[in-house]
């Protein structure tokens, strides 16, 4: 075991599958001289060569548009998305070409493309630099969307996405980039996608979340010890989404709160509130609740704390449920 922060473990992901498989590369904007603005893809231009780990011009739309081509040439290319917010201009490729080429192609084309990019708040980043815009990569048929809260599940998922032979895009949290520190297997380690994990057991609500918001959830549980013992369900995967364990942990608690730092609007965490009222209805002791962001642009740095999900609102959630 490697003990790592949670970029250090994608950095060690894509070091180990490009030196497994000749056809991963890397192209994106100062992913390569710089070694990315996070340091993400540090050491791989000079590890594997300019051809492999390649500095794009500033387009998005012409990173993932490349990327399609080199698909099509028998590449394995990882696309970063240098912030969330930058990868719009990507969505015309992301809709209409990489989610349909299996579809487009009958199946005889598989599509190995991950689009990897760091979302969210909590750095106090400028504006266009803290989205959360994964319901946009979930809604688009044909690409899976992987969201990791530790380092072992970054270089796992990570590495599970660059050998799918469908598109992968995978968010990965910068609030926690460089606070996030655990245990991460060495060598080769894939984290299957669509498995949920279990972050911490409880008997009276399930806290549901994913990538920032875990920490958030596991600190609420801490602050409610004493008045409710809470489940934490890192969903670790939102296309496919483990359902099983998802009703597992609603069927065994009754309650269910589900954190998500995007607008609330079509948020994922109402595809979380579907699921669960189509198929554990008669396990719920209440509604299922969600705690999220607000139906604004993202705020600028001074107030982003008030938009964000919070230890207390999330707390207080879970005691409205516990109270009905």
Same mark, same amino acid.
């Given at each position: 075991? @490697?003990?790592?922060?949670?970029?250090?473990?994608?950095?060690? @992901?894509?070091?180990?599958?490009?030196?497994?498989?000749?056809?991963?590369?890397?192209?994106?904007?100062?992913?390569?001289?710089?070694?990315?603005?996070?340091?993400?893809?540090?050491? /791989?231009?000079?590890?594997?060569?300019?051809?492999?780990?390649?500095?794009?011009?500033?387009?998005?739309?012409?990173?993932?548009?490349?990327?399609?081509?080199?698909?099509?040439?028998?590449?394995?290319?990882?696309?970063?998305?240098?912030?969330?917010?930058?990868?719009?201009?990507?969505?015309?490729?992301?809709?209409?070409?990489?989610?349909?080429?299996?579809?487009?192609?009958?199946?005889?084309?598989?599509?190995?493309?991950?689009?990897?990019?760091?979302?969210?708040?909590?750095?106090?980043?400028?504006? /266009?630099?803290?989205?959360?815009?994964?319901?946009?990569?979930?809604?688009?048929?044909?690409?899976?969307?992987?969201?990791?809260?530790?380092?072992?599940?970054?270089?796992?998922?990570?590495? @599970?996405?660059?050998?799918?032979?469908?598109?992968?895009?995978?968010?990965?949290?910068?609030?926690?980039?460089?606070?996030?520190?655990?245990?991460?297997?060495?060598?080769?380690?894939?984290?299957?996608?669509?498995?949920?994990?279990?972050?911490?057991?409880?008997?009276?609500?399930?806290?549901?979340?994913?990538? @920032?918001?875990?920490?958030?959830?596991?600190?609420?549980?801490?602050?409610?010890?004493?008045?409710?013992?809470?489940?934490?369900?890192?969903?670790?995967?939102?296309?496919?989404?483990?359902?099983?364990?998802?009703?597992?942990?609603?069927?065994?608690?009754?309650?269910?709160?589900?954190?998500?730092?995007?607008?609330?609007?079509?948020?994922?965490?109402?595809?979380?509130?579907?699921?669960?009222?189509?198929?554990?209805?008669?396990?719920?002791?209440?509604?299922?609740?969600?705690?999220?962001?607000?139906?604004?642009?993202?705020?600028?740095?001074?107030?982003?704390?008030?938009?964000?999900?919070?230890?207390?609102?999330?707390?207080?959630?879970?005691?409205?449920?516990?109270?009905?």
């Amino acid at each position: 075991m @490697a003990d790592l922060l949670l970029v250090e473990a994608v950095n060690d @992901a894509l070091h180990v599958e490009m030196e497994r498989d000749a056809a991963v590369m890397v192209i994106g904007e100062d992913v390569g001289r710089l070694g990315g603005v996070f340091r993400a893809t540090a050491g /791989l231009q000079d590890r594997f060569g300019a051809d492999r780990c390649v500095d794009t011009p500033l387009a998005e739309a012409g990173i993932l548009g490349a990327a399609v081509g080199l698909c099509m040439a028998g590449w394995r290319p990882v696309c970063e998305m240098q912030y969330d917010a930058f990868s719009y201009p990507s969505l015309d490729q992301l809709i209409n070409h990489v989610g349909r080429y299996r579809w487009r192609t009958r199946g005889k084309m598989s599509f190995p493309l991950v689009v990897r990019m760091p979302y969210g708040g909590g750095v106090r980043a400028p504006e /266009l630099h803290d989205d959360s815009p994964e319901t946009y990569y979930v809604h688009t048929p044909g690409v899976k969307v992987a969201i990791p809260s530790t380092p072992a599940d970054a270089k796992g998922l990570l590495a @599970a996405a660059i050998r799918d032979p469908d598109p992968v895009v995978v968010l990965e949290p910068k609030l926690i980039y460089r606070t996030a520190r655990g245990d991460v297997p060495e060598g080769e380690h894939v984290v299957p996608l669509g498995e949920a994990r279990v972050a911490r057991v409880g008997s009276d609500a399930t806290l549901v979340a994913y990538g @920032a918001m875990v920490p958030v959830a596991e600190r609420a549980a801490d602050a409610l010890v004493g008045e409710a013992s809470c489940e934490v369900l890192d969903l670790r995967t939102l296309k496919p989404l483990d359902e099983s364990a998802l009703l597992a942990s609603a069927a065994k608690t009754g309650r269910v709160v589900v954190v998500q730092e995007a607008p609330r609007t079509c948020g994922y965490g109402a595809e979380v509130a579907a699921v669960l009222a189509e198929k554990a209805i008669f396990d719920l002791r209440g509604p299922v609740v969600r705690v999220t962001g607000y139906d604004v642009p993202y705020p600028y740095w001074q107030i982003e704390d008030a938009y964000m999900p919070s230890v207390e609102r999330v707390a207080d959630a879970v005691r409205r449920l516990l109270h009905l």
